[in-house]
């Protein structure tokens, strides 16, 4: 069974940092693209960053949103099946539900979220002004 599990959620005050962490089933973890996304209130889910599968590269592909570049980070864990989203100088408009997915079809990311097959039962931010 193929199970993603967020954690590290919760609030924070503008200029502040969290760093989310997924982790995944280690076959699903090996194998899949993984990936981040998020739903604020009223809005559609966004895409926030991806990396490749892990035996894909030993040197992880990762990219992120233009609206998060620069102060977000995605990793990965090989050791822990774990992904993480470092999350540095947040905004009062990075409030909402993070997700983290994975595409069992693609090693390589991809902004896509139709694309992904699993997903995480999601964690809470709330940035404060």
């Not at 050791?79 to 905004?91: C, D, G």
Request: some cysteine.
């Amino acid at each position: 069974q193929v199970q993603l599990v967020e954690s590290g959620g919760g609030s924070v005050q503008a200029g502040g940092s969290l760093r989310l962490s997924c982790a995944v089933s280690r076959r699903t973890f090996n194998s899949a693209a993984l990936g981040w996304f998020r739903t604020a209130p009223g809005k559609e889910r966004e895409f926030i960053a991806a990396v490749s599968s892990s035996d894909s590269s030993d040197d992880p592909n990762t990219f992120v949103a233009a609206a998060v570049k620069g102060r977000f980070t995605i990793s990965r864990d090989v050791a822990k099946n774990t992904v993480y989203l470092q999350m540095n100088s947040l905004k009062p408009e990075d409030t909402a539900v993070y997700y983290c997915a994975a595409d069992r079809d693609s090693k390589v990311g991809n902004s896509r979220e139709d694309v992904y097959d699993y997903w995480g039962q999601g964690t809470q931010v709330t940035v404060s002004s």
